[in-house]
T-cell receptor, first 118, second 116 residues
Framework: DAMVIQNPRYQVTQFGKPVTLSCSQT?????MYWYQQKSSQAPKLLFH???????NEADTPDNFQSRRPNTSFCFLDIRSPGLGDAAMYLC?????????????????FGPGTRLTVL | AQTVTQSQPEMSVQEAETVTLSCTYD???????LFWYKQPPSRQMILVIR????KQQNATENRFSVNFQKAAKSFSLKISDSQLGDAAMYFC?????????????WGLGTSLAVNP
């Protein structure tokens, strides 16, 4: 089945130690998103890639960066994790269909990576 | 800017009963999409149902249906014959159809408990 895969599912890191989370997809979608979600809150969009174009949210800290080496893979790099960065990180994908009526472009989510910062 | 409001942080329903989750939104646009997403305790977010603003007919997916009131900017979700597996956080989301908008505007969510 086509899907969005996130690895690892659980990640423990130390305060200030860089960490990378990965996302891959078999849906061949051209848009990939990274969200941060804290307990009982709505997901907060960090950034997204439209094809190779990177789109950062204005309030995303510089500590968070992303790479998309190809259509299938996207990485979230946290350069110096702080205690406040402990959260669930969700990857999502969607496909844009310019000019097609009824193109919902809904987002498909991976299972998430739970990050713990010690 | 668009906003999405879910006024019920928590709801509960008895198994086999019907429950309605409310969602209102604010926008000046005429073309947009609305979604309900479900996030069970396992945390994978899945799409429950979607609605195009230009469609007057309310969307239905098995036991899930919406009451879309465009003039009132209301988009409620009705779950019929509730099952234990319906227990989850439910998020209402809005996406503009302007340009090539790719972002969702999220409500704060409603936590639904299903009592046996």
């Amino acid at each position: 089945d086509a899907m969005v895969i996130q690895n690892p599912r659980y990640q423990v890191t130390q305060f200030g130690k860089p960490v990378t989370l990965s996302c891959s997809q078999t849906l061949n979608h051209n848009v990939m998103y990274w969200y941060q979600q804290k307990s009982s809150q709505a997901p907060k969009l960090l950034f997204h890639y439209y094809d190779k174009d990177f789109n950062n949210e204005a309030d995303t800290p510089d500590n968070f960066q992303s790479r998309r080496p190809n259509t299938s893979f996207c990485f979230l790099d946290i350069r110096s994790p702080g205690l406040g960065d402990a959260a669930m990180y969700l990857c999502a994908t969607s496909r844009t269909n310019l000019g097609l009526a009824g193109a919902y472009n809904e987002q498909f989510f991976g299972p998430g990576t739970r990050l713990t910062v010690l | 800017a668009q906003t999405v409001t879910q006024s019920q942080p928590e709801m509960s329903v008895q198994e086999a009963e019907t429950v309605t989750l409310s969602c209102t939104y604010d926008t000046s646009e005429s073309d947009y999409y609305l979604f309900w997403y479900k996030q069970p305790p396992s945390r994978q977010m899945i799409l429950v149902i979607r609605q195009e603003a230009y469609k007057q007919q309310n969307a239905t997916e098995n036991r899930f249906s919406v009451n879309f009131q465009k003039a009132a900017k209301s988009f409620s979700l009705k779950i019929s014959d509730s099952q234990l597996g319906d227990a989850a956080m439910y998020f209402c989301a809005y996406r503009s159809d302007a340009g090539n908008n790719r972002k969702l505007i999220w409500g704060l969510g409603t936590s639904l408990a299903v009592n046996p």
